[in-house]
């Protein structure tokens, strides 16, 4: 999938270690694995997708790339901010590009942005919370 982009080519090592860590997140959940999410989610996780009422937490974001999903058949990821406060928290903001299979089988492009706050753990990264969803859902 694609995810390369002039922006990342100026991180610096932690940020491009983050970025690669939302990158495998994605590659997680286009192959629709539920195990690795429940490992790389904190407990205490909380989201909330553009358009919807309220946030959600941690059973929805692993039930979110379950197999009960649209597949995802083609992505392109844009980072367009990477921050990470003294090592230990990160905030990642992007925009993405999607072809997901449709309910009629068919696929369908979406596009949206997120940003995603990450805590340190080890030489990782844990998901603490996100924000943002498709574009034109408000």
């Known amino acids: 999938m694609d995810t390369k982009d002039r922006e990342a080519q100026h991180f610096s090592q ?10 495998e997140l994605w590659e997680i959940a286009r192959r629709r694995e539920t195990g690795p999410v429940r490992k790389l989610l904190h407990r205490d996780y ?8 309220t946030p959600h937490d941690y059973e929805a974001a692993v039930a979110s790339v379950g197999p009960d999903t649209p597949q995802v058949l083609r992505y392109r990821l844009k980072p367009l901010k990477v921050t990470v406060f003294d090592h230990e928290v990160g905030v990642v903001h992007y925009s993405y590009e999607a072809d997901v299979e449709a309910a009629d089988g068919a696929p369908k492009q979406i596009a949206g942005r997120w940003t995603e706050i990450y805590k340190r753990r080890g030489s990782g ?3 603490i919370a996100v924000s943002g969803g498709p574009d034109g859902m408000r």
């Open 14 to 23: 932690v940020q491009r270690e983050l970025w690669e860590h939302v990158t």
């Open 46 to 53: 909380t989201g909330w997708v553009t358009g919807l009422d």
């Open 125 to 127: 990264w844990l998901m």
